[in-house]
């Protein structure tokens, strides 16, 4: 019998259909969740730091989480869209590797599948306001949380397998980087998802080293072979994607995130923070409130 268990699930922020017009502009957008969206009219463009894609009538596009991107409307523009955050035991993302914007040209059941969305997740849009000191995102996360929980197993296990059919649109030769995680030694395999379950303890080579019956030396380049980075660069990156999605989903202060994230002070957190995203964390939090309404 052959096994393939899917690792992943996906907790819908939001879905909605709308009219975009020139103020749709914003630079440097990174956010801890994916976006993807169906255009129906219009024209804009969404650009990362290698690809500038346009954004026209007919396509389906894909921002993965964590992906520094640029979103623009030319003039006029009307999406659907579909907003959501991954989940995965280990902390390995089903992108991980293609972090960039895609497009596909959409199909007839895409769209269904956009339209059946909004017919059983109403009312889950993101515009409350076009002022963006009214949208207190503390009550906004904690309400999505609660009717993702408040979902009947059917409108659960439905959704989830919308998001699944749109996010394989995607897996195609032509445009995805495939990726097979069995290739990785069980050693860094096993290092990769107890970083991930111990993010606010201490975490050091030398640990990880020990914890795999390694040499530290040969463990670190073995680390770097497989997932291209040292690990300590490692553990900062997803330190850092743990904060990011602590300020959108929380109200803790940074000095809290910095301490739940495994950081010895918030000056050192900031300094780790900038160092990754290209802005401190004050910049990002006042990027998330001007993208996220």
Known sequence: MIKRVLRHTFSMLNVDHVRLGEKWNYQNVISPYYRIYYIDEGAGEISDV???????????????????CNLCCLSH??????????ESPDGI??????????????????VKNFARLLDINPGRGINRS??????????????YQELNNRQSMATFLETQGIILQLISRFFTGAIFKHHEPGHIPVKIMEAISYISLNLKDELSVKMLAERANQHTDYFSRLFQQYTGERPINYIHEKRIERAQYLMVATQMTFSQIATHTGFENVFY???????ITGFSPRQYQLQ??????
């Not at 290698?50 to 520094?68: D, K, M, N, R, W």
């Not at 523009?77 to 991954?86: A, D, K, V």
């Not at 998330?288 to 309404?293: E, F, Q, V």
């Open 50 to 68: 290698e690809t500038v894609l346009q954004l026209e009538p007919g396509y389906l596009y894909i921002i993965p989480s964590f992906t520094l």
């Open 77 to 86: 523009m009307s999406q659907y869209f579909i907003q959501f955050f991954e």
């Open 93 to 110: 993302s089903l992108f991980a590797g293609n972090r960039s914007v895609m497009k596909v040209k959409a199909t007839e059941v895409d």
């Open 130 to 143: 076009d002022n963006p000191k009214i949208y207190e995102k503390d009550i906004f996360y904690k309400e």
């Open 269 to 275: 957190f900031s300094k780790i923070f900038k160092k």
């Open 288 to 293: 998330l409130d001007h993208t996220n309404r």
